[in-house]
């Protein structure tokens, strides 16, 4: 496994990693927002190649300061979700494949149903890309949503960090993903 630009404990060899405290908010209750201090602030890369493909190509606007920060939320950011909860009515899987290229589906479970059930794709800056379920009524067990790699216009998005955010109810949950074309 290959990694880069990340804060790894115990070190990693590959370009741009550390291994530092991130300095989250409350990592032990979920807030994994970073502090105005935090050594991932602008540690993270605007650019990167890997194996001749194009991972990450990021302008300018679409980060917060001087390069993009390490970790699923940029440092002054609004959030996408102000405070991130998983509760225990609902599971919610990594998407598959992960990186993707050009379609992933994303997985989770719902222990009872539910009328009011949402699924959102945004871009690291936290902008909405597409709705996948909105307000939908769903029964108790398994779902399974693909996403196309695809905006609400039907154009397809750019290789990037995606965050997916599943709300159900006054819960909800955010994920990253990333798609290389």
């Known amino acids: 496994a290959n990694a880069f630009y990340s804060d790894i404990q115990g070190g990693w060899a590959g370009e741009g990693n550390i291994d530092t405290d991130p ?6 209750n979920g807030d994994f927002h970073l502090q105005e201090n935090s050594p ?12 001749s493909d194009v991972i990450i190509d990021l302008s300018p606007d679409e980060y917060i300061g001087v390069a993009p920060d390490m970790g699923a939320y940029e440092f002054g950011m609004q959030g996408i979700i102000d405070d ?6 609902k599971t919610v899987i990594q998407n598959y494949p992960n990186p993707f290229n050009p ?10 149903n539910y009328n009011n ?3 959102n794709i945004y871009n690291i800056k936290g902008e909405l890309v597409r709705k996948l379920l909105n307000n939908k ?3 108790i067990g398994k779902h399974f949503i693909r996403w196309d790699g695809k905006n609400k216009e039907g154009k397809e998005v750019s290789s ?8 159900v ?4 949950i955010s994920k990253k993903m990333l798609l290389v074309r």
């Open 84 to 89: 991130i909860q998983i509760p225990v009515n």
């Open 137 to 139: 009524v769903m029964n």
């Open 169 to 172: 109810g006054d819960n909800s």
């Open 117 to 119: 059930v949402e699924l």
């Open 23 to 28: 300095l989250f908010v409350d990592s032990a």
């Open 103 to 112: 379609e992933t589906t994303i997985t989770f479970s719902l222990s009872r």
């Open 40 to 51: 991932c602030i602008d540690a993270g890369t605007a650019y990167f190649e890997w194996q």
């Open 160 to 167: 990037n960090v995606y965050l997916y955010t599943l709300r």
